[in-house]
């Protein structure tokens, strides 16, 4: 997989979820399984208003311990933040004290349930395609509101 390139207001896969998840830089952090498009695993959250993103990935927590992290992302300016080498689109990782904070922050009723399922994912509890596809049976992306919604289901 390729660096991903001045990933800033200008670009235009903002809106497409596979092309956020492309950006696997610092490279040299991030968990490497064999097929690389699963890490990030995927998008947890999106303000398109403000441009940002947050997204479930492996981070290589002092180049030995995996341990599973939130990483956030501003798509704004010439090149969005941060960046690697002042070029190439990267990921803030945030510490688990600020995820757990932030995912507080978006809990609400009806986003409770998955808003569970990413903690169980920083705990180490699920992995991280595990949570990808909870996300992906059990979630639509909500455009209005930037964020996971649980499905409808009519009976």
């Known amino acids: 997989m390729a660096a991903v390139d001045r990933a800033g207001r200008s670009w235009d896969s903002f809106n497409n979820n596979n092309d956020i998840l492309n950006i696997n830089s610092p490279d040299f952090k991030l968990d490497t399984p064999c097929v690389l498009a699963e890490n990030p695993y995927c998008v947890v959250y999106k303000n398109e208003l403000e441009r940002w993103a947050v997204v479930a990935l492996d981070w290589i927590n002092g180049g030995q311990r995996h341990e599973p992290a939130l990483a956030i992302r501003w798509f704004w300016g010439d090149g969005g933040f941060p960046q690697c080498f002042g070029r190439w689109a990267a990921w803030f990782i945030m510490p688990k004290e600020l995820s757990l904070a932030f995912l507080d922050s978006i ?14 994912f920083l705990y180490g509890s699920i992995d991280g395609r595990r949570l990808n596809e909870f996300l992906e049976a059990n979630a639509v992306w909500c455009e209005k509101r930037c964020t996971y919604t649980e499905r409808e289901t009519s009976k």
Do not use: A, G
Request: no cysteine.
């Open 107 to 120: 809990s609400e009723e009806k986003t409770i349930l998955i808003v569970k399922r990413i903690k169980r």
